[in-house]
Structure formats: C-alpha cells, structure tokens
C-alpha cells in the first residue's frame, strides 16, 4: 500500500511565525501536492510538483511556498504565518502518466495560527 | 478552468438503505479521469471510484457505483446497502487529461443512521 505520512497531525503557531508543514510518500511517485481544506470550500490546490526541484502553483499559492529537494519529501512553507491561514493541509501523491489512478493522501495536519 | 460543484451539504440515510450525492462539473477537455472520495472522521481522504470520461460504462466498486452522464457533466455517486461506516465527507473530483490538476468539489457530509 501506498504511505504519505505528514509531519504533524495537530501545529499552533503564532502570527508571524515560518512554519514548514513536511509530506514524506513511500512509492517512489513524481507527483506530489499540496492542498487546503475549509468547511464548503472542498481542498484547493496550493502547489503540486512534477519531480524533483520542479513545481507549479496551484490555484492559492499566494502566502505560500515550497520545497522539493529529494523525490519521496514535499516541503510546505508559510513564510510568516496568518490567521487565515488557519486550516487543515492535506498533502497527496501520485505516479507521473497514470491519472486513471488519483492520487493518494495523508492523513492531513491542522494548523492553527493565534 | 475546471470546476466541480456538490450541491448537497450534507444528507442523511437510514441504515441498509440506499443514496445517491449528485456532482456536477464543467471543463473544456474532451478526456478528463472523475473520482469520488470519501473522508471519514478520522481525516484520512481514500479513494473510493473512479471514471475515465472516454468510457461510457458506469464504474462500479461492490455497493458503490456511479451515474456519470458525459453531456450533461454529471456524475452522482451511489451507494446501496448503506452501513455505518460509510458515515463520512464525500468529495467529487476532476482530473484534467494531462493530470496535474485535480479539482474537488465542496463535499457532501453523509451520515447513516441506525
């Protein structure tokens, strides 16, 4: 079975903190993503990557960043965290030219910037 | 631009019964991969089934199955026999044909009821 772990299943940080949120995946996938989830909103897409040190944003990936320096780590970074960053992240993974599949997920970390 | 709409927040069945949550979606491409996933209480999103739009055959996995009509970008999901576990959020998903955009729909909050 597939594994993407997250670093964290519960973070407080306070406003203006850097916060890194780490996705690690166990399959060897090229595709890995970064989402938001909010109440009525579903999961929006922050950033995903193709490979290594390759990356794209997504549809919100303003106050955000991210890192992808080994295959199998997918980093998420608030730069200086905010309130309405508070919020459940969900990080997935997916093998490249395989879109029948989906993709895979882990079991999310909620953040909560004071 | 791709969207993906679930316009029922939530819904609610009786045990052994069965249900279907309506997805509706909008995108320009010809092939696209359609996905329903469930994400129970413990936070952990899994797929449940998916639909390649070029195959005009309804996806079917035990109890779950789905009513995907192409023209009308429709692709409801239903679930006979109903249990308690399958108490859970329910997104609808689109996947563009060159598979780095995946799109949720904003959810469907189920719960079976004893």
């Known amino acids: 079975d597939v594994k993407v772990t997250q670093s964290s299943r519960y973070l407080v940080k306070r406003t203006g903190e850097k916060v890194f949120l780490e996705c690690v995946q166990d399959?060897?996938?090229?595709?890995m993503f970064w989402y938001r989830q909010d109440p009525g909103l579903g999961l929006r897409l922050i950033y995903f990557?193709?490979?290594?040190?390759?990356?794209e944003k997504g549809d919100i990936p303003e106050g955000y960043s991210v890192s992808r320096e080994k295959k199998e780590r997918f980093s998420l970074i608030l730069e200086s965290a905010s309130t309405n960053q508070t919020s459940m992240y969900l990080c997935?993974?997916?093998?490249?030219?395989?879109?029948?599949?989906?993709?895979?997920f882990g079991p999310g970390t909620r953040l909560t910037v004071t | 631009a791709q969207t993906v709409t679930q316009s029922q927040p939530e819904m609610s069945v009786q045990e052994a019964e069965t249900v279907t949550l309506s997805c509706t979606y909008d995108?320009?491409?010809?092939?696209?991969?359609l996905f329903w996933y469930k994400q129970p209480p413990s936070r952990q999103m899994i797929l449940v089934i998916r639909?390649?739009?070029?195959?005009?055959q309804n996806a079917t996995e035990n109890r779950f199955s789905v009513n995907f009509q192409k023209a009308a970008k429709s692709f409801s999901l239903k679930i006979s026999d109903s249990q308690l576990g399958d108490t859970a959020m329910y997104f609808c998903?689109?996947?563009?044909?060159?598979?780095?955009?995946?799109?949720f729909g904003g959810g469907t909050r189920l719960m079976v009821k004893p």
């Open positions: 995108t320009s491409e010809s092939n696209y991969y």
């Open positions: 997935a993974s997916r093998a490249a030219g395989t879109g029948e599949i989906g993709q895979y």
């Open positions: 998903a689109l996947l563009n044909n060159a598979g780095n955009m995946l799109t």
């Open positions: 990557s193709y490979d290594v040190k390759m990356k």
């Open positions: 639909q390649e739009a070029y195959k005009q």
């Open positions: 399959m060897d996938h090229e595709n």
